[in-house]
């Protein structure tokens, strides 16, 4: 206190509580709650109807000498409120009580969240012991009934799911509310909303509304987007008036982030809800450069650290835990007993120390495998190595000692006929084509260890001896799998867009050879007219591995495209034919605005590779954690494509922003806004026309806040580089390319 006081508020058995008051009757993360406003208006306040707390005995329950870890990670909350902005009559053959009327509601988004009722909006009150049924969906089919239920084939069913509520995809996103009759009587009881689970829609139907009684109007439900509360890191727009289908690609890839923010990064917010660490550490950098992740990240990569410390129970093995809190459920995969995620391909699993599971928090064989596939298992060192390379910020010893141990666990099962590490489950998940399992596998292993390497290097001295040995390992590593996996007749690694996007993005092809495996990556985009087949993991990496070998107007292409396969399909078809941007991304590249055939409407994974791309587009990179602008990607026929943008980025000196227009006549101008106590120089790479370099004699910049007028010639050497670097300080700026 003020006074220099303190007072400790503890918990203790003077405390009181009760089940039978509580008016939250039943709640499940995937099925929904029921509220019975009945128990909370005629709640028994009386000290009879409430029991004792009961002590905790740590000793008793052998958890005298645990270790409490602090949460240091954004909270949950509401970061939007969306009236729904139609409502219609449900025109319903089964599944609503007799005597009752549904109706669909639209809040125009698709969002993670739950809806709030205010029932100060109903014309005439509804009667105690009415129950409103609320069902939440992503998509309507074409009639405008919902899709409602992830376990049962019939819509109509209720909660909980038929194959119980252990089944690892069932979720029937349902909530009931049982009236008390009383709702408008007290403004604290005028609105309700779930508070204990959330659901991924955009539509929810409320059936039970008695015959007879006024339609309830549209804003009777809000929509609330609910996630962790990251900070907003930068924001992109791009012009209108080129191609406004890269703002609608935005605006989805923002909302397919942050709905699958709850405490961790999740793979979907109508299904399963888990930690699937492919997805996670895919759009970790797409996430890193929108939002402040580095709490949340820390925080789950601890429990990464956690994971590996109790270890996975391996049939008839003495296993080497730190930690004696095994959960039963924390078994290794068994060839005994092989389950989804489970692969032994080039390795018994003689020691599983340093091992992640595919999904964290783990729950049980059959939502993934531990070991878990290596490309998911490597987010340990990819998602810290995103936040550096996005942000600057240096990971700490902790983060960095998980990814060593995993990438060690790695290193000792390679397979000893190739030098490579080959099992894993997955593969490219979720890919139109073919690419075997141990090529991307492999590949992941090279990529965790040249992260590893990295951050080994950038945390100084005290490692520079794992960072010696890493970067060896990975010279190694990527000799041996150009040897197993290149083809030398055909000049490429395999016929599928993600075999030959993968090598190229790492450096692993050999220079002389690049042309040629670029031109094969090139060919299959064209074969399928821009469209993109390959799955997760190529997906992430295919517009670098574009962009950086000669083909930025084939990046380009495929970034726009809205035929599908394809994100400007997705974008505008929104969930169920919406407006343009009021979608999410899909699952998968099949299926259409009113099926499931492409699975949910609102998984992030694929967001990763266009996600970074966007960013890079508008001409915002970070090198080493310092900012570099370079509009169009650097590259000025793709800014005449895009014609410009406008980007800011919080720094920790305040925002820094880039406002960049190309004209008609070919005039690039860039306004740049530089915050007063950034103490490096920010670099400007200002790209010249391929075409006509030689017509480009200078360039003029106006110092707004200096003021004057400064030229840069630009001679030989700028023309031969393609852009002109000008190293700005604070202030603002305008240059002029003429």
């Not at 939007?80 to 053959?93: D, G, I, M, Y």
């Not at 049939?315 to 809190?325: C, D, G, I, R, T």
């Not at 290596?374 to 000692?401: K, Q």
């Not at 070919?666 to 103490?679: E, H, M, W």
């Amino acid at each position: 206190f003020s006074d220099g006081s303190t007072r400790n508020i503890t918990t203790g058995t003077d405390w009181f509580g009760s089940t039978q008051q509580n008016p939250i009757v039943y709640t499940h993360l995937f099925h929904g709650e029921q509220y019975d406003a009945r128990i909370a208006a005629s709640r028994n306040k009386t000290q009879a109807a409430w029991d004792h707390a009961i002590a905790y005995d740590t000793a008793r329950d052998g958890l005298g000498d645990a270790v409490l870890s602090l949460h240091d990670l954004p909270v949950i909350g509401v970061s939007e409120r969306r009236p729904a902005q139609s409502v219609v009559l449900a025109n319903l053959t089964s599944g609503a009580p007799e005597g009752t009327l549904s109706y669909i509601f639209d809040v125009k988004q698709n969002i993670a969240g739950v809806v709030e009722l205010d029932f100060s909006k109903l014309m005439a009150p509804l009667a105690a012991g009415v129950t409103l049924t609320l069902r939440h969906s992503e998509i309507t089919y074409p009639d405008g009934s919902l899709y409602n239920s992830y376990c049962d084939s019939q819509p109509s069913r209720i909660m909980p799911c038929s194959k119980g509520a252990m089944d690892g995809n069932s979720a029937n996103q349902t909530d009931r509310y049982i009236c008390s009759g009383h709702e408008t009587e007290h403004p604290a009881t005028t609105t309700w909303s779930p508070r204990l689970t959330y659901h991924g829609f955009r539509y929810v139907m409320i059936t039970g509304f008695p015959q007879g009684s006024p339609p309830p109007p549209s804003d009777f439900v809000t929509g609330m987007f609910v996630h962790s509360l990251v900070e907003k890191h930068s924001s992109v727009r791009f012009s209108d008036q080129s191609l406004p289908i890269l703002n609608h690609i935005e605006t989805m890839i923002q909302y397919t982030i942050l709905g699958n923010l709850h405490s961790h990064p999740t793979d979907c917010p109508q299904r399963e809800k888990r930690g699937w660490l492919g997805d996670a550490q895919w759009v970790s950098g797409a996430a890193s450069l929108r939002f402040r992740m580095n709490k949340l990240y820390a925080n789950w990569l601890r429990t990464f650290g956690d994971t590996q410390a109790v270890e996975c129970q391996q049939v008839n093995k003495v296993v080497h835990a730190v930690s004696p809190f095994r959960p039963p459920t924390y078994q290794c995969c068994s060839r005994a007993q092989p389950t989804f995620g489970c692969d032994w391909t080039g390795t018994n699993f003689s020691e599983v120390r340093g091992a992640l599971p595919d999904v964290i928090p783990y729950s049980r064989k059959t939502f993934g495998g531990w070991p878990g596939d290596p490309t998911w298992g490597a987010a340990a060192a990819v998602i810290p190595w995103e936040v550096l390379a996005r942000t600057g910020e240096v990971p700490s010893a902790e983060t960095y000692a998980v990814a060593a141990s995993y990438v060690n666990f790695l290193t000792r099962h390679i397979a000893p006929d190739t030098g490579l590490v080959e099992f894993g489950y997955y593969g490219d998940w979720c890919s139109a084509e073919p690419t075997s399992k141990p090529q991307v596998t492999g590949w992941s292993h090279v990529l965790a260890v040249a992260r590893a390497a990295d951050m080994a290097e950038i945390l100084g001295e005290d490692y520079a001896k794992d960072a010696s040995r890493y970067k060896a390992l990975f010279l190694r590593l990527k000799k041996a799998y150009h040897k197993v996996y290149f083809r030398p007749v055909e000049g490429d690694y395999g016929t599928s867009q993600t075999a030959n996007a993968l090598p190229l993005y790492l450096n692993v092809t050999p220079p002389a050879l690049v042309p040629g495996v670029a031109k094969a990556l090139v060919a299959s985009l064209k074969a399928h007219k821009d469209g993109l087949l390959s799955g997760a993991m190529g997906t992430r990496y295919v517009f670098q591995a574009l962009a950086d070998n000669g083909y930025a107007d084939v990046a380009l292409e495929i970034a726009t495209a809205t035929a599908p396969p394809s994100f400007g399909f997705m974008a505008l078809q929104g969930p169920a034919g919406a407006n343009p941007g009021a979608g999410t991304v899909w699952e998968k590249w099949g299926g259409n605005a009113h099926d499931y055939a492409g699975g949910s409407k609102n998984h992030p994974m694929f967001t990763g590779g266009v996600g970074v791309y966007l960013h890079a587009l508008a001409g915002v990179f970070r090198e080493r954690g310092q900012i570099v602008l370079k509009p169009g990607r650097g590259d000025f026929e793709v800014a005449a494509r895009i014609g410009g943008a406008t980007v800011d980025v919080m720094t920790r000196a305040g925002k820094l922003r880039m406002r960049w227009h190309l004209g008609a006549a070919l005039q690039l101008s860039v306004n740049v806004t530089i915050p007063v106590g950034l103490s490096e120089a920010v670099p400007l790479f200002v790209p010249l026309p391929r075409k006509s370099r030689e017509m480009v004699t200078m360039m003029t910049m106006t110092g707004i806040t200096r003021g004057g007028l400064v030229v840069v010639a630009i001679g030989d050497s700028e023309r031969a580089a393609g852009v002109v670097r000008v190293d700005l300080g604070a202030g603002d700026w305008r240059w002029v390319l003429e």
